[in-house]
Structures are given as C-alpha cells and as structure tokens.
C-alpha cells in the first residue's frame, strides 16, 4: 500500500447486464429479499413511503433498477430516486438512520437529473461501516408513486442477482 493509497476513491463498480421490462422493477442489489413488513424501521414497514421490498444485501452496489432517469439523491449517499421511462418513481434507500453517517461509507456514482440504464452502478456502500455505525444495511426498494397504480406486486421471499425482476406494478 502506497501513501497516498488510502486516499484515492475506489473505482466505479461495472455495469451488471440484465434486461429491463416495462411496468418491471429489478433488484437493485444481491441479497435476501424479504416482505417490506420485516423493514426495521416502522415507516418503511407500514409502507408510508410506498409499497415495495426489502432486501437484506450480500452485495455492496446497487445497481439501476430499470431505464429512466435519476429524480434524487441524498447527500449523504444513503438512497436515491428514480423515475423509470414508464413513469415508475422508486426509492432505493440503504440502512436505517445512515443519513447520520454523513456519507462516510457511500459512493454516489449519478447526480440528480442524469440518465440512467438498467444495470449501471448507482451507489456503493460500505456493509460493515454501516453495522459498525450501528445501523442495519437492509436496502428498502419502494414504488413512491403506489398510488397511480392498481397493484404492485413484490416477489415473494427469496434470494435475489441484482437484475432479476423483483417488483411488478399495473
């Protein structure tokens, strides 16, 4: 390890291929997913900010869930927004509380505004300082715009590939 190593920023995660469908939502991470009801955090879990899943990761990227176009991002790193080109709004929101983390343990890849396709790295975030921060890392997937549809179906759970279709809304 050189001096200067510590320093520099790890470099961008590759794009992941997968294939986008319409009305479809892929899995932004690898992992477990699980029913947003075994959210840790109550207004995740009683779908306040829209309904959706959860996935307990295994991996440390997230990845575009679909094409579209990035609505938000938080300073701190912790989550961004997205509006698909089919007019689905998701919220990728990693942890619980990480916003108190102030960024530390999370590269953003993306700014507000930007194009984004399927599979591209959005965001890699340190697992192990998040839980050493004390926090979970589960990584909440949520359809913000619910309203504007008559369902929206979550897979059931199981383990997930950043990719695989894991939201489906009509």
Same mark, same amino acid.
């Given at each position: 390890?050189?001096? !200067? =190593? /510590? !320093?520099?920023?790890? +470099?961008? *995660? ?5 294939? *986008?469908?319409? /009305? ?12 947003? +009801? ?5 207004? !995740?879990? &009683? ?5 959706? @899943?959860? @996935? ?9 869930? !679909? %094409?579209?176009?990035? +609505?938000a991002t938080m300073g701190s790193g912790h989550g961004v927004g997205l509006?698909? #080109? =089919? ?5 990728? $929101? @990693?942890?619980? =509380? ?8 999370? &590269?953003?890849?993306? /700014?507000? #505004?930007?194009k984004v396709k399927a599979g591209q790295p959005l965001v890699t975030f340190d697992r192990a /300082?998040?839980?050493?921060?004390? $926090? *979970? #890392? #589960? ?5 913000? %715009?619910?309203?504007?549809?008559? +369902? ?14 894991? @939201?489906?809304?009509?």
């Amino acid at each position: 390890m050189g001096l !200067f =190593d /510590k !320093f520099k920023k790890p +470099s961008k *995660p590759e794009p992941i291929a997968c294939t *986008p469908a319409p /009305k479809t939502v892929l899995a932004p991470v690898d992992g477990q997913a699980v029913a947003l +009801s075994e959210a840790p955090d109550p207004v !995740f879990a &009683q779908g306040i900010l829209g309904q959706g @899943i959860v @996935i307990k990761p295994s991996g440390s990227v997230a990845y575009a869930p !679909f %094409n579209g176009t990035v +609505s938000a991002t938080m300073g701190s790193g912790h989550g961004v927004g997205l509006l698909s #080109d =089919d007019g689905i709004e998701v919220l990728i $929101h @990693i942890g619980v =509380d990480t916003v108190q983390m102030k960024g530390e343990g999370f &590269q953003m890849y993306v /700014k507000q #505004d930007e194009k984004v396709k399927a599979g591209q790295p959005l965001v890699t975030f340190d697992r192990a /300082k998040i839980k050493k921060a004390g $926090h *979970p #890392d #589960d990584v909440m997937v949520l359809i913000s %715009n619910t309203a504007e549809y008559s +369902s929206v179906n979550p897979i059931d759970p199981q383990p997930v590939k950043a990719g695989q279709p894991v @939201i489906t809304v009509s």
